[in-house]
């Protein structure tokens, strides 16, 4: 089974960037694809975005795209979110997880089953 630690958090202002890790151990980490969502105070988690087992394909909620880049590194078992031109409106908790199957991708966070601890990200105005 995969588990997962992210990191990566931190405040930043508006308009910078941060790139946050997930770590994932379990020598089937290469075989799922990842998924990223975020979670702010008092809102429901939210779903941010996904990357195949292969990094061929890769899912964006339709307000990162553009601003946020999913890269994986199959031989560190590391999944990356590069976050740019950050807004106020990204502050949350992070998280990652596998998809529950192996080499299936999907846009519902209801598809990943094991999320993280979270890294906190904090974006000042």
């Known amino acids: 089974q995969v588990q997962v630690t992210e990191s990566g958090g931190g405040l930043v202002q508006a308009g910078g960037s941060l790139r946050l890790s997930c770590a994932a151990s379990g020598d089937t980490f290469s075989s799922y694809g990842m998924g990223w969502s975020r979670q702010a105070p008092g809102k429901e988690r939210q779903f941010v975005g996904a990357?195949?087992?292969?990094?061929?394909?890769?899912f964006y909620a339709d307000d990162v795209k553009g601003r946020f880049i999913l890269s994986r590194d199959n031989g560190k078992n590391t999944v990356y979110l590069q976050m740019n031109s950050l807004k106020v409106e990204d502050t949350g908790v992070y998280f990652c997880s596998p998809h529950r199957h192996m080499g299936i991708l999907s846009e519902s966070i209801y598809d990943y089953g094991s999320w993280g601890q979270g890294t906190q990200v904090t974006v000042s105005s």
């Open positions: 990357i195949s087992w292969s990094s061929g394909t890769t």
